[in-house]
């Protein structure tokens, strides 16, 4: 059965500090992975979606890498502001559907 | 931009009443799902709808829940009488083909149910 790590609990960094972080996953049989941001009382905004044959994927200030082989990925925040400051979740697509970590808590101090 | 609208944005009920979910999916989207967090608790897959059928649920969704697509807009989910456990957020999200080919979900902002 599929489970999804998300370490740390959570983070709190000043303002403008690069980060990372980490997600891993048991089992390597997955369509893709992704990485979302919930803020308080909003929904599920995807960030970024590594598909299975790919390491990485950047958007802006987001990079996230995949290495599938041992279940782990990670997402790089750059130059961190106030505003990146949400829950971020991981979630691995397995039998067409998504499995969830249980986020990463940022807090960017200004 | 198009986005997943769900209401009511919250929900009070009384243990054992019947509740009505409602989501309007993104309009050339051809997959819609359900699923739910429960607070403190990760989220969880509920259930995925094609074609006006299920075509995937997880252990969750049992006999006291239901999915319909009324007609070309909506898609609801109905809890036939909830219970205190039900209390939780709501996702639902659509995509335009089917999750597991590498498509993004687009979720609505949610639905808080309290079961009281």
């Known amino acids: 059965k599929q489970e999804v790590t998300q370490i740390p609990a959570a983070l709190s960094v000043p303002e403008g500090e690069n980060l990372v972080l980490n997600c891993s996953f048991t089992d390597s049989a997955i369509y893709n992975l992704q990485w979302f941001r919930q803020d308080p009382g909003k929904g599920l905004t995807s960030l970024l979606l590594i598909q299975s044959s790919q390491r990485e994927q950047t958007s802006g200030r987001l990079n996230a890498s995949l290495d599938k082989s041992s279940g782990r990925s990670t997402l790089y925040i750059a130059a961190s502001q106030p505003g990146d400051s949400a829950t971020y979740l991981c979630a691995v697509s397995s039998n067409y559907q998504l499995i969830w970590g249980a986020g990463t808590k940022l807090i960017i101090k200004p | 931009e198009p986005e997943v609208t769900q209401t009511p944005s919250h929900q009070v009920t009384q243990m054992g009443q019947e509740v009505i979910l409602r989501c309007v999916p993104i309009?050339?989207?051809?997959?819609f799902y359900w699923y739910r967090q429960i607070l403190g608790q990760k989220v969880e897959f509920l259930v995925s709808f094609y074609n006006n059928e299920i075509s995937e649920k997880s252990e969750i969704f049992d006999d006291q829940f239901s999915v319909e697509r009324p007609d070309g807009s909506n898609f609801t989910l109905k809890i036939r009488s909830t219970k205190l456990e039900d209390s939780a957020m709501y996702f639902c999200?659509?995509?335009?083909?089917?999750?597991?080919?590498?498509?993004?979900?687009?979720f609505g902002s949610g639905t808080q149910l309290s079961v009281l």
């Open positions: 999200a659509s995509s335009p083909r089917l999750q597991g080919t590498n498509e993004k979900l687009f």
């Open positions: 309009s050339n989207h051809l997959y």
